[in-house]
């Protein structure tokens, strides 16, 4: 990893926005699809569900790659090193959670003996011939904890981003909503 960037850049902005309502979206409608009752219809939510949950694996990944590349943005403030640390940890988490969200939605999938593809498109084939109970358990259990885990983290991730912007009253938020210009607020 190179040092920090100094000011997050379109790209860091873009992959943040797109995976962020992405995984917002795909959390909401995954939570709303419990209550719905089985059959045909539900078949056809939860295919929209893995569809989009792919696409955002996908830029999920783009995201780390690009992550590594370029590090973490430097402070848009003062911050103390506790928040510095505290910072990062969550947003490492974050990106974790990211990956391991549809890498277990995949790995549900597979072991509940369907394929996998993106709005028709095949991706992944059908790999067992029935349920497999014992991955199941495991990657049902992993995609419904993360979930909850993920959830708590983003409500953290939001209250600290606003304690930023109206406590300390740096360029935190405006900066990664694109709106903050280099010399401050
Ligand atoms: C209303 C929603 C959101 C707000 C207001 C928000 C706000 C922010 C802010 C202010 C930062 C900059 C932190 C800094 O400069 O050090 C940031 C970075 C970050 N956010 Fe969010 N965020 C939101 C949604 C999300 C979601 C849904 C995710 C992940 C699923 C996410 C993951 C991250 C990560 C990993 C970073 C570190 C920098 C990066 O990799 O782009 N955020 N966010
Ligand atoms: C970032 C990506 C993803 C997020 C945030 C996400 C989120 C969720 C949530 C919140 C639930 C409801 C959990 C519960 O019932 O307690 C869910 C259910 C589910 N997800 Fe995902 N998911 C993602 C990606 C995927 C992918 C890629 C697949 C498969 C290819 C997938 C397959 C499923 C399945 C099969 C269910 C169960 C639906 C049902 O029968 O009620 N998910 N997901």
Known sequence: MTA?????????L???????????????????????????????LVQIHKSVGVLVFA???ARVAWRMREGFP??????APWERRGAIALHVFLIV??????????????????????????????LFEAK??????????????LALALSAALALHVAAALKHHWIDRDATLTR??????????
């Open 4 to 12: 920090p960037a100094p000011w997050p850049g379109r790209l860091s």
């Open 14 to 44: 873009g992959l943040h926005w797109g995976v962020g309502v992405g995984v917002l979206g795909l959390i909401a409608f995954g939570f709303w699809l419990r209550t719905v009752p089985g059959g045909p219809d539900k078949t056809a």
């Open 59 to 61: 830029a999920a990944l």
């Open 74 to 79: 430097a402070p848009a403030g003062p911050h």
């Open 97 to 126: 959670a990211t990956l391991l969200m549809p890498l277990s939605g995949i790995l549900r999938s597979l072991a509940y003996a369907r394929p996998v593809s993106v709005f028709g498109l095949p991706v992944i084939p059908k």
């Open 132 to 145: 497999h109970e014992t991955l199941y358990a495991v990657a049902s259990n992993l995609h419904d904890g």
């Open 176 to 185: 990664i909503l694109g709106l903050a210009r280099r010399t401050g607020r």
